[in-house]
T-cell receptor, first 115, second 114 residues
Framework: DGGITQSPKYLFRKEGQNVTLSCEQNLNHDAMYWYRQDPGQGLRLIYYSQIVNDFQKGDIAEGYSVSREKKESFPLTVTSAQKNPTAFYLC??????????????FGPGTRLTVL | AQSVTQLDSHVSVSEGTPVLLRCNYSSSYSPSLFWYVQHPNKGLQLLLK??????LVKGINGFEAEFKKSETSFHLTKPSAHMSDAAEYFC????????????FGTGTSLTVIP
């Protein structure tokens, strides 16, 4: 079964702690993305990666960090510098036909709550 | 520059009546356009996509959308709403050439009244 997995589904963190959200895909996609979604709002881009060992900041990268050491994995770390981390986090990936990117495939999301 | 405007934040329809969710886009290049659906606490699922082939695109669950370049619109329609259609819907644009970023609308919440 091809797809994107995110773990855990629910995550609780104490203030001041770093936490890492997992995202794995077996679709052989080059590009991967992290979004944040707040209640009643759309998606905001945190980081994206077009290729292994390369990634770029999105619109709201402050307080977050990522790595892309393997094509299939794109973990997101929410650091203590992120002032309001409670949100729903979505990971996505996208493949290419030549120079054109196809649609994004999304994982089921991780709901992070800071206590 | 790419951008998407979803014209309605909330739409309510009665079960069995037509659905219209409106989306306008701005794109410097030939765009790819997508509609996604999100049920509560779930990821996004692709409903349909336009990638410069037929302007009328048919998707899953009876949804379709028409690409109108002159109006820069990509409205989502369904002839008859079902209770299971109640969800959040997102219109998305991306560039077709060399593009690797996707631009999301703010979403439209669809309520289906029994």
């Amino acid at each position: 079964d091809g797809g994107i997995t995110q773990s855990p589904k629910y995550l609780f963190r104490k203030e001041g702690q770093n936490v890492t959200l997992s995202c794995e895909q077996n679709l052989n996609h080059d590009a991967m993305y992290w979004y944040r979604q707040d209640p009643g709002q759309g998606l905001r881009l945190i980081y994206y990666s077009q290729i292994v060992n390369d990634f770029q900041k999105g619109d709201i990268a402050e307080g977050y960090s990522v790595s892309r050491e393997k094509k299939e994995s794109f973990p997101l770390t929410v650091t203590s510098a992120q002032k309001n981390p409670t949100a729903f986090y979505l990971c996505a990936s996208s493949g290419r036909d030549g120079s054109s990117y196809n649609e994004q495939f999304f994982g089921p999301g991780t709901r992070l709550t800071v206590l | 520059a790419q951008s998407v405007t979803q014209l309605d934040s909330h739409v309510s329809v009665s079960e069995g009546t037509p659905v219209l969710l409106r989306c306008n886009y701005s794109s410097s290049y030939s765009p790819s356009l997508f509609w996604y659906v999100q049920h509560p606490n779930k990821g996004l699922q692709l409903l349909l996509k336009y990638t410069s082939a037929a302007t009328l695109v048919k998707g899953i669950n009876g949804f379709e959308a028409e690409f109108k370049k002159s109006e820069t619109s990509f409205h989502l329609t369904k002839p008859s709403a079902h209770m299971s259609d109640a969800a959040e819907y997102f219109c998305v644009v991306s560039q077709t050439l060399g593009g690797n970023q996707f631009y999301f609308g703010t979403g439209t919440s669809l309520t289906v009244i029994p």
